[in-house]
């Protein structure tokens, strides 16, 4: 069964690491940017055009308003980035949002924040791969033919490239985050300089439609309504900004500084990205709906439900390098593939969030562990699972998708910066250095602002998108909370019931004495060797037991058992309905209840097979016997086991291929300790 299983494992994530190599696996600044910011950074493949279209519902004369939103926007991405600069310096640990909130809002505070977030990078892997889909489907008919496979199939590529570990898929992932920058910057560079130096007229493939609004001459309170949906269409470019705040240890040191640093750096990219877009798509009338079938008119006449409407960033590259041409298909091919890795935020920042929220017992502990590669596997699988259901159940719809989107990064930043005043606050009352004080009341001034703006945006957010989708990521943060809270009223409860009572006395809960039961089927070496192991314990009183199943088995187990002249008695229970578990555990408890100060130890003889199929062929009954005797209070169950000949076949392949780390290597601690080990070497 190990080689079945650990063979594939092997070929597809790698050869396990020690732990003694973790520091090794650290991300410098130029691998951490494409790792933790490709989130923000490709948002701009679809946030400009979210704003578009959402101002379409207005017309064509809605438009002029972008520059203002995408203003907005610009303010609010700055706002944040300093308002995170702030958090990663004040909490290096990776608990980010979480424990900011914790820390100084109080437990319930901090697992809100943590259901939002945990919500948020499930959503960032769905809406980035649907997203992606749809970019790669409009050159490839198949992928759009077959968008839910294709986008589960992805899905499970960047599963594997994440369960290589965090630096080995940052490098993968690298190269096409840097491209797909460049290539944006190409675009707005020479967008710029044909459009003021060269004064030359670019349009974009749809600059000749028309738009049919769909609410027309829009004033007032409807107006404001709509210009502020668009903007919580527009903060879709903020998406991932907090994933740095809880990735800082896996940055080299100085960890805070370079988290810092690459969080500037990101910010400064994704500002100029997005506005170059919003800029560039007024510039060549770019033109866009919702329903591009039926709103999209050429010549008065609507386009029909078989237009495909590109994303604003391919009608710009259209217009700025010409339709086809190589630096347009360049641009296209990195946008696919930058929107399929943006996914790789959530699969560094769910996993090491998950990790805290596990050791803090507010999710199981199997998140907790390291897996072979030193990244939190566990996590990585889970995220998957449920990007994967989410996509789908919305038929990798981006449009749907997004519409439950920034909701719970909007909650995890409000709290986050509400916690980061109160961080301040409390160390002004302390802290006597002039200069410290005014860098903390500087800071104190940043975080303010940025929850007073998150705030807000939050409360257009829940009001423009709740009907549209907002709540069904309201309800999984809801679920997600309770869930959570369950988990951690089990553990706590669990920890009570188990903790040792130091005011008692050893002889409170000592056994007065101790009764052994070998069970038996025949008599053959197994037994005899389980026989003479239960001697060896010194019970109080020890007999063999078995079942009448067959009574001729059964009457030739005596007569040899008599024969052999063995010094334990033997009792034969009887089974009219030849069953074998019931009159074995009704016999267990009835002396537990004649003797309820009596510990009764029951020893199982086993056999230890070499194949996986021979454990379909023996040892049922002993695992139905161990299932069930392990409800019974008082009741110790012992597997003594008997090795076959094919368990040393298998030990013996097992020595030829000693040079790989058996899985879990890791979780048993430093290789050096375990001498006997011949792995240890090769390691």
């Known amino acids: 069964m190990s080689k079945l299983t650990d063979v594939p494992k092997r070929i597809l994530i790698g050869r396990a690491l020690r732990s003694d190599k973790l520091g090794e696996t650290l991300l410098p600044k130029r691998i951490a940017l494409p790792v933790f910011a490709s989130d923000p950074l490709s948002s701009v493949a679809y946030a400009p055009g979210e ?61 809100t924040v943590a259901s939002a977030l945990l919500v948020d990078y499930v959503l960032t892997v769905a809406v980035s791969i649907a997203s992606g889909i749809e970019n790669l489907g409009s050159a490839v008919p198949f992928i759009v033919e077959h968008k839910v496979p294709s986008a589960i199939a992805v899905i499970v590529l960047l599963t594997l490239m ?38 030359e007229t670019m349009r974009a493939p749809t600059a000749d439609f028309e738009i049919k609004a769909e609410h027309q001459g829009l004033a007032g309170f409807a107006l404001v309504f709509l210009l502020l ?123 090491l969030l998950g990790s805290i929220l596990a050791q803090d017992r507010y999710l199981p502990r199997q998140l907790h562990t390291r897996g072979d590669r030193l990244a939190f596997s566990n996590g990585i699988v889970l995220l998957a699972g449920a990007a994967a259901l989410l996509v789908w159940i919305y038929g990798a719809d981006s449009t749907r998708l997004i519409q439950l989107y920034i909701v719970g990064v909007f909650v995890s930043f409000t709290l986050s910066q509400i916690g980061m005043v109160r961080h301040w606050n409390r160390h002004l009352t302390t802290e006597k250095d002039p200069a410290k004080r005014r860098h ?12 007073f703006f998150t705030g807000l945006v939050l409360v257009v957010v829940l009001a423009t998108k709740f009907t549209h989708g907002a709540w069904v990521a309201l309800l999984g943060m809801v679920i997600f909370y309770g869930t959570m809270t369950a988990i951690r009223r089990h553990y706590d409860s669990v920890a009570a019931e188990i903790a040792a009572a130091e005011e008692r006395p050893d002889e409170y809960v000592r056994p007065s004495r101790v009764r052994s039961i070998v069970l038996v089927s025949k008599l053959h070496k197994p037994t005899l060797r389980a026989l003479a192991y239960a001697k060896l314990m010194h019970a109080g009183e020890l007999e063999a037991l078995t079942v009448n199943v067959d009574p001729a088995e059964t009457k030739a187990l005596k007569e040899e058992w008599e024969r052999r002249n063995i010094n334990v008695p033997l009792k034969i229970l009887d089974s009219p309905y030849r069953e074998i578990t019931r009159p074995v555990i009704e016999y267990v408890k009835n002396m537990r209840r004649e003797s309820p100060r009596d ?25 139905r016997l161990k299932g069930r005797l392990l409800f019974t209070p008082g009741v110790m169950v012992t597997s003594v086991p008997y090795q076959l000949q094919s368990s040393e076949a298998a030990k013996n392949r097992a020595r030829k291929r000693q040079e790989w780390n058996a899985p879990g290597s890791v979780r048993r601690g430093p290789v050096e300790k375990r001498q006997k080990e011949p792995t240890a070497k090769n390691n």
């Not at 800071?443 to 940025?450: K, Y």
């Open 229 to 351: 949906r668009a903007f919580s269409s527009g903060c879709a470019a903020l998406t991932g900004v907090e994933a740095i705040s809880n990735g800082v240890p896996a940055f080299r040191k100085p960890k805070s500084k370079n988290a810092a640093t690459t969080l500037a750096l990101m910010g400064g990219l994704a500002v100029t990205m997005f506005c170059g877009i919003i800029f560039l798509a007024m510039a060549t009338d770019v033109r866009m709906a919702e329903n591009p079938g039926e709103d999209l008119l050429h010549n008065g006449v609507p386009l029909g439900a078989g237009y495909v409407q590109d994303p604003v960033i391919s009608q710009v590259a259209a217009a700025v390098f010409g339709d086809g041409t190589f630096l347009f298909v360049v641009l296209a091919a990195a946008t696919a593939l930058v929107l399929f890795l943006a996914a790789n935020t959530a699969y560094n920042g769910f996993p």
């Open 599 to 623: 510990a009764v130890s029951v020893y199982i003889p086993e056999y230890v097979v070499g194949h996986w199929y021979e454990h379909l062929l023996h040892n049922q009954s002993a695992l």
């Open 162 to 199: 994440n369960l290589r570990g965090v630096k080995e898929s940052g490098s993968l992932f690298a190269i096409p985050t840097y491209v797909f920058v460049a290539g944006v910057f190409i675009m707005i560079i020479w967008g710029a300089y044909r459009g003021i130096v060269l004064d």
């Open 51 to 111: 704003v578009l279209l959402v101002l379409s519902v207005a017309g064509l004369s809605a438009y002029h308003f972008s520059p203002w939103i995408a203003l907005a926007v610009v303010v609010l991405m700055f706002t944040v980035v300093a308002s995170y600069r702030q958090n990663v310096h004040a909490y290096p640990s990776g608990g980010g949002d979480y424990e900011v909130a914790t820390t100084n809002l109080g437990p319930k505070a901090g697992l």
């Open 440 to 451: 903390m009341i500087r800071s104190r001034a940043i975080n303010a602002f940025g929850a």
